[in-house]
């Protein structure tokens, strides 16, 4: 008789010290986490935080470079702010 169980959705063996193959970021049905995103063409999957820093380091190279007044980056970075609380709240 096996005392192995049945594997979970998750690809585990149940339980709480279950075995899961999925990657990290990643659910039961194989959509990312709700906070990566994935970019399109090449189905690459980044999380938040590198978004985040890409996001902040074009806009002050944007600033730093002449492409964007400074008070327009300040107000671009202050709603970016604003509606990322907003968001969370």
């Known amino acids: 008789m096996s005392t192995r169980t049945a594997r979970s959705a998750d690809g585990g063996y149940g339980g709480n010290g279950s075995i899961s193959t999925r990657p990290k970021g990643v659910d039961a049905a194989g959509h990312p986490g709700d906070h990566d ?12 935080r590198v978004v985040d820093v890409g996001f902040w380091a074009a806009l002050a190279g944007a600033a730093v ?13 202050g709603t970016a702010v604003i509606a990322r609380r907003h968001a969370l709240h």
């Open 65 to 77: 470079l002449g492409a964007v007044d400074l008070p327009v980056a300040v107000l671009i970075g």
């Open 37 to 48: 995103y994935v970019v399109p063409l090449v189905h690459l999957h980044l999380s938040e």
